[in-house]
């Protein structure tokens, strides 16, 4: 299902969108490694799909499961 919301996605914005798909704790141990791919995603542009800044901010700071 999710992938089929985000091909029209894409078709609506005129661009591809790269999907990563990780475990919330995959995630975590990630950030706290300082992983070079996830310092650019959260520094860049983002689209939310579901949620929003805050709420991933809250995540990255290990205020928010």
Same mark, same amino acid.
């Given at each position: 299902?999710? %992938?089929?919301?985000?091909?029209?996605?894409?078709?609506?914005?005129?661009?591809?969108? /790269?999907? #990563? %798909?990780?475990?919330?704790?995959?995630? &975590?141990?990630?950030?706290?490694? &300082? /992983?070079?791919?996830? &310092?650019? #995603?959260?520094?860049?542009?983002?689209?939310?799909? &579901?949620?929003?800044?805050?709420?991933?901010?809250?995540? #990255?700071?290990?205020?928010?499961?």
């Amino acid at each position: 299902k999710l %992938h089929r919301y985000i091909f029209e996605l894409e078709e609506k914005i005129g661009r591809e969108i /790269n999907t #990563v %798909h990780m475990t919330l704790g995959e995630f &975590k141990d990630k950030i706290k490694g &300082k /992983n070079a791919f996830l &310092k650019r #995603v959260l520094s860049g542009e983002k689209i939310f799909i &579901k949620g929003d800044e805050d709420a991933l901010s809250g995540i #990255v700071k290990g205020r928010q499961d």
